[in-house]
């Protein structure tokens, strides 16, 4: 009995205290980054939500946003390597990204371009895990919040069809949200996908088209199915699966540039392009009128908008309609030109550009075909630069993007 005592007290004894535990805790640039990664999704998706519309301020929020820019700007500047010439760059960046801020009155250009270049070091694939797990969980959180009645499902009705918000904003916002998990989880789940996966994607389709009506939303989803078995196969080796794979690290570039072409040089008396614009519910007209209206400038405008999401576009909407004022850039790209300015552009549909392309010349192909299925979505939503939608930009300075898979099993 004493002798059992004894060792108990010998082993407590060699139990680190509180105090050594606190001496012996290291700070990292990667556990900086996750701390910043992580609270800025959680923010993001909140202000997304209805929470951010009925239980937390939004502006509470946005000021924790300036923190978390000093927390990655610590970590770019002290606990990366630097040169003169990554210094630069990186000072020149975020330069830019602060001018473009206090123009735009958009604190999200500036935080992209903070995790962008604080992604550096940090593996792509854990950062996608992050992403696909702590994006779930808040995703499944706000659908119980409002099933438990702390917040509320908006409901908007088009053709007489209810359109479920779910705890989201908007009906198109919830199945965005859906349309990034998937390709998150596509990336993920590469080597593994077959046609059980494949058959879970199509149900979720069907699932979120009877609640939600996102049209555009439900068939970019089903256009991931053939867009990823293509991409495994040309992986794989299949001669004719790498033909068509091999385009997809333009089509992102391409895509942006019929974007902003048809809604520059929209008119009602252009058939083929009063047809697009039916087809993806007016996005070109909008898209023109907010080109007219505000121009392109080289650094961004601060533009004024008025959409149906929250309980505010939800009053106006159901009190008179479309003829309610409403103005919303809804394209990715369209914002990119107006809001941001024409360098943001550039720099983002470059970013866009090599993390495609180096995914094709790698062999590895599933970022080019996440980064196509991307464009596609900001062709008609606003979504490129919202971490709690799209975190595959900061694959570009991230760690190793196309993983050794046998090394990694014998890890």
């Not at 077959?194 to 199509?202: E, G, I, S, V």
């Not at 570009?396 to 099993?409: S, Y």
Request: charged letters at 15%.
């Amino acid at each position: 009995m004493e002798d059992e005592k004894d060792a108990m007290v010998e082993k407590t004894t060699h139990m680190p205290s509180w105090r050594t535990r606190l001496e012996s805790f290291k700070v990292t640039g990667q556990g900086m980054y996750a701390l910043a990664f992580i609270t800025y999704l959680v923010i993001s998706f909140l202000r997304n939500s209805t929470y951010a519309d009925y239980v937390i301020s939004s502006n509470a929020l946005q000021r924790c946003n300036y923190l978390l820019v000093a927390i990655l700007a610590c970590k770019v500047y002290f606990f990366d390597k630097q040169t003169v010439r990554s210094f630069l760059l990186n000072s020149a960046v975020i330069v830019v990204g602060l001018v473009v801020w206090r123009k735009s009155h958009a604190l999200d250009v500036l935080m992209m371009v903070m995790l962008i270049l604080g992604a550096r070091g940090i593996p792509f694939k854990a950062i996608n895990e992050w992403f696909l797990k702590v994006g779930t969980i808040l995703l499944l959180f706000c659908m119980l919040s409002f099933l438990v009645g702390i917040t509320k499902d908006l409901i908007f009705v088009r053709h007489g069809v209810d359109r479920h918000s779910l705890g989201i904003l908007y009906p198109t916002d919830f199945a965005a949200h859906v349309f990034f998990l998937i390709l998150s989880y596509c990336y993920y789940a590469f080597e593994r996908l077959n046609w059980r996966h494949y058959l879970t994607f199509a149900l979720l389709a069907v699932l979120l088209f009877k609640l939600t009506q996102a049209r555009l939303d439900v068939v970019a989803i089903i256009l991931i199915i053939p867009v990823m078995a293509i991409a495994k196969a040309a992986k794989q080796g299949s001669g004719v699966a790498k033909i068509f794979a091999s385009f997809y690290w333009g089509v992102s570039i391409v895509m942006a540039y019929l974007t902003m072409m048809m809604a520059y040089f929209y008119s009602g008396k252009n058939h083929l392009l009063t047809k697009v614009n039916s087809l993806i519910s007016g996005r070109l007209q909008i898209g023109q009128e907010a080109i007219q209206r505000y121009g392109m400038s080289p650094l961004g405008n601060r533009v004024v908008e008025h959409g149906f999401g929250a309980s505010a576009g939800a009053k106006m909407f159901y009190s008179s309609g479309m003829g309610s004022g409403y103005f919303y850039i809804d394209s990715s790209f369209i914002r990119l030109l107006v809001i941001y300015g024409l360098v943001a552009a550039v720099f983002f549909l470059g970013v866009m550009m090599v993390i495609s392309l180096r995914s094709t010349l790698g062999g590895d192909y599933r970022l080019a075909a996440i980064m196509m299925m991307v464009a596609l979505s900001c062709m008609i939503e606003q979504h490129l630069l919202d971490l709690s939608f799209n975190p595959f930009l900061l694959a570009l300075l991230a760690g190793p993007i196309i993983m050794n898979e046998k090394k990694t099993r014998e890890v």
